[in-house]
């Protein structure tokens, strides 16, 4: 029989396994179908790929101090709800600008605080780490699998069957919701007016804020979900030129995700055993840089160089994905999760929507002057990691000196 913390661990992962799927789905041909669509140009892909992100870091601090309010369960049915509603209308759209309405609506359903926030309730402390790895590995499986499946999905079913499976995917993700317990809101979280409200987010803030161990964290995710929209802006186009036709990048993608889902995991399991927080982000970062360095060159590397690069990138990427919201619930007080969990994800989805503008201006500059747009991408991705990096180690520095 299984024990209550690992139910619970399992019935969560299930949801964010479906609903983050729904996510990454989109991932390895969002740019290319938005380059597909009527009004398409490179500013417009990338705002199509950055809104949801935009409307996900409005709605997620918010949620996350209501979800302390008035419980999670109702916000979780709310989000998926979205999701669904935004899959729906941009299964339908021929134009870019209904494309980029709809991910706007999708972005409403910015729900990952409360789920987070929602583990952090029912788990209890000494088993929270297993039980974020059991979130993890859901969430790890199902980015695998949605980079393999969308591009066979879509070469068989175009933009509307893409859409509708993610539409489906929400659905799906409503189902185990059910079965979770319903908590006891926070009712001491209750400004009574505008004012008590603006100054209860603004000490919320400041309470979160001032930690410079979660500080360091969420200026991290900010810039790991820029550099990898950036990547994912330019990645089904790059591998179109190394011959990897749409509807066979899967092939390219298997054997590199597999490797990097066990190089990574493996990399994070014995660093976080052996308390070696900060090598884990100093790590990820510093193959991320080489990356993006070498993918600069991406149009003469050897196809083995190119392949090792998108390794070292999808490790990084991973072993930061995995641990972040561990790291970030552990550390956080115990009476703000909710809203810790709010500030971590609206700056992912700030960098996100940071990325993919930053892309599409950089392909726009780089059609503007005949540039290749691979490399001005990859630059642009680099300079994000120097400035990425030397933040980290000047903090690091700081925290050790303490």
Known sequence: ??????????????????????????????????????????????????IYGLI????????????????????????????????????????I???????????????????????????????RTKAMMIIGIGVGVSFPLSLIIAPILYNNFEQSG???????????????????????????????????LNNFIKNTLFSILKNKQIRLWLVGVIFLHAVSMMFF???????????????????FYLPILALSFIFSAKL?????????IFTISNLSIKLIAISSCGLIFSHSLPFFIFALLILMYFIGFNMLEMFQPSIISKLAEPHLKGATMGVYY?????????????????????????????SMIFSLSLLFVVIWHLYSSHLNLRLRCC
């Open 268 to 276: 994070v399991r014995n660093l976080e055993n052996k308390n070696k």
């Open 346 to 374: 609206t700056l992912q989805s700030a960098g996100m929507f940071l990325g993919s503008i930053s892309a599409g201006y950089a392909s726009k500059f780089a059609l503007n002057h005949h540039l290749s747009k691979n």
């Open 97 to 127: 600008n209904v494309l980029i309405f709809a991910r706007a609506i999708q972005g409403v359903g910015a729900i990952s605080s409360v789920l987070s926030a929602f583990a952090a309730d029912i788990i209890p402390e000494q088993h």
């Open 1 to 50: 029989m299984l024990k209550p913390y690992t139910k619970y661990a399992l019935i969560l992962a299930s949801i964010s396994m479906l609903r983050m799927f729904g996510f990454f789905l989109l991932l390895p041909v969002l740019s290319y179908m938005a380059s597909k669509l009527t009004n398409s140009t490179p500013l417009t892909i990338g705002l199509a790929m950055g």
């Open 56 to 95: 996900q870091a409005f709605f997620y601090f918010p949620l996350g101090i209501l979800s302390d309010k008035i419980g999670r369960k109702p916000l979780i049915y709310f989000g998926l709800i979205c999701m669904c509603i935004g899959s729906i209308i941009a299964a339908n759209s021929a134009n």
């Open 162 to 196: 893409v859409f509708y499976a993610i539409a489906i995917c929400s659905i799906l993700s409503i189902l185990p919701v059910i079965s979770l317990p319903n908590l006891k809101p926070h009712h001491y979280l209750t400004p009574s007016n505008s004012n008590q």
């Open 233 to 251: 802006y330019i990645i089904s186009f790059l591998l179109e030129e190394k011959g990897f036709v749409l509807s066979k990048q899967w092939i």
